[in-house]
T-cell receptor, first 111, second 113 residues
Framework: KNQVEQSPQSLIILEGKNCTLQ??????????LRWYKQDTGRGPVSLTI?????NTKSNGRYTATLDADTKQSSLHITASQLSDSASYIC??????????FGTGTRLQVFP | ETGVTQSPTHLIKTRGQQVTLRCSSQ?????VSWYQQALGQGPQFIFQ???????GRGNFPPRFSGLQFPNYSSELNVNALELDDSALYLC????????????FGPGTRLTVL
């Protein structure tokens, strides 16, 4: 069964600190992996998208890594800001553009 | 802003009623996907429309139906509403293709009483 699992479920950090979110998937065949940021009650916004051949991609303070052999990905956030408080969702696409979503990690950044 | 709009933003219905949700895709996009997101969960794929034809469907019953118009905007219709249909309904538009980015609208919050 195609699944995407994320950890931790929730995370609290202080402003200015770094954090890393994890994603494991069992989707096959694999096409690409995306990280989205979703504010409460809003639509997800894309942060990064990586194909099989890419193992790291950055978008400002966000850096995603991908290990296609172990089927793991991580999202590293550097120097966190209050505006980073949101849910971060790992999404995997099989051989079509239909997306399989994880349940997300809820990040709260406190001053 | 992604250029994808949805209406209405909020909606309250009662069990057994029918609802229509609307989505306008981003300019130049011919593919619209619909997702249901229950509180605290990740979005679940409902179906996708490509050039006015259904192009894949998730594990949702037939009372969830859709439509795509020549301008690529789309509707999601849900008949015989149930309490569990309460969720945030998201649409995403793309230009199709496996690695193309999907741009999400702000969603419609449906509450079924």
């Amino acid at each position: 069964k195609n699944q995407v699992e994320q950890s931790p479920q929730s995370l609290i950090i202080l402003e200015g600190k770094n954090c890393t979110l994890q994603c494991n998937y069992t989707v096959s065949p694999f096409s690409n992996l995306r990280w989205y940021k979703q504010d409460t009650g809003r639509g997800p916004v894309s942060l990064t998208i990586m194909t099989f051949s890419e193992n790291t991609k950055s978008n400002g303070r966000y850096t995603a890594t991908l290990d296609a052999d172990t089927k793991q990905s991580s999202l590293h956030i550097t120097a966190s800001q209050l505006s980073d408080s949101a849910s971060y969702i790992c999404v995997v696409s099989a051989d079509t553009d239909k997306l399989i979503f994880g349940t997300g990690t809820r990040l709260q950044v406190f001053p | 802003e992604t250029g994808v709009t949805q209406s209405p933003t909020h909606l309250i219905k009662t069990r057994g009623q029918q609802v229509t949700l609307r989505c306008s895709s981003q300019s130049g996009h011919n593919t619209v996907s619909w997702y249901q997101q229950a509180l605290g969960q990740g979005p679940q794929f409902i179906f996708q429309y490509y050039r006015e034809e259904e192009n894949g469907r998730g594990n949702f019953p037939p009372r969830f139906s859709g439509l795509q118009f020549p301008n690529y905007s789309s509707e999601l219709n849900v008949n015989a509403l149930e309490l569990d249909d309460s969720a945030l309904y998201l649409c995403a538009s793309s230009s199709g293709g496996v690695n193309n980015e999907q741009f999400f609208g702000p969603g419609t919050r449906l509450t079924v009483l």
